[in-house]
């Protein structure tokens, strides 16, 4: 009798094992005849050799075909999990002024001479805030006779994904020409290799100084007094 024990694992794990025996074993007549010839020693020894390696070739090729068979049960089971997509970043970029300019390439507002401008810049990655980018800024003022106008500012942005940088429209020489007119900002940044873009413009227009209302009440009743007067004395 020939014991063999076959143990089996699944996905790396032990699954079981099993015994097989063999008691009786049909032997081809001509092995008989060989061992005949040659002896019961020759017989003998054939015939426990062949047992061998039949039982043995029987019984590997039967757990191999079952080792194969839940192999390929075990790679459909690994089919089956769900593997998150990646996502494809979108990044939201922004930016505006304190008066205006929510949208890409709008118009940020009316500014005065003298006046502070505040640009802004709202940056997101995927509907997230994206925080620790620099963001680029780029400012051109109206074309004019005298000087041309042109600066770059940088800001970081916040933990809100907003970055802010502010600056006075103060005339170049005391020359309003300079100032007055169309601006333009460009503002730019980088996220996951990929360059992002947005522009405004905004006016700065030559604005008459307001007169507090009681100086214009009191111009007012001096001229009328004064004509007033005037007449009176016209009519001696």
């Not at 070739?57 to 757990?63: A, K, P």
């Not at 680029?136 to 916040?158: C, D, K, Q, W």
């Not at 100032?179 to 227009?205: C, K, M, P």
């Amino acid at each position: 009798m020939v014991f063999l024990k076959v143990e089996y694992e699944f996905c790396g794990k032990y699954f079981y094992s099993q015994t097989f025996t063999t008691k009786r074993l049909f032997v081809p007549d001509a092995i008989n005849k060989l061992g005949k010839r040659r002896g019961d020693k020759v017989l003998k020894s054939n015939l426990t050799t062949f047992v061998r390696i039949t039982t043995l070739s029987f019984l590997v090729i039967t757990s191999f075909s079952y080792i194969f068979s839940r192999l390929n049960t075990c790679e459909k089971a690994y089919a089956t999990c769900n593997i998150p997509p990646t996502l494809t970043p979108f990044v939201g970029f922004d930016l505006y002024t304190q008066k205006g300019g929510v949208g890409p390439n709008t118009f940020g507002g009316e500014f005065a001479l003298e006046e502070n401008v505040t640009l802004c810049v709202k940056m997101t990655n995927n509907d997230f805030p994206a925080e620790n980018y620099v963001i680029v800024f780029e400012i051109v003022g109206p074309t004019n006779n005298y000087l041309n106008i042109s600066f770059i500012r940088t800001a970081v942005t916040n933990s809100s994904g907003i970055a802010y940088q502010t600056f006075n429209i103060q005339p170049i020489n005391n020359m309003p020409e300079t100032v007055l007119g169309t601006w333009i900002v460009t503002a730019q940044s980088g996220l996951d290799q990929e360059t992002v873009v947005d522009t405004l413009h905004f006016e700065v227009a030559s604005i008459m100084p307001e007169f507090p209302t009681f100086t214009v009440s009191l111009f007012i009743l001096l001229v009328s007094t004064a004509a007033f007067l005037a007449r009176k004395y016209t009519q001696r």
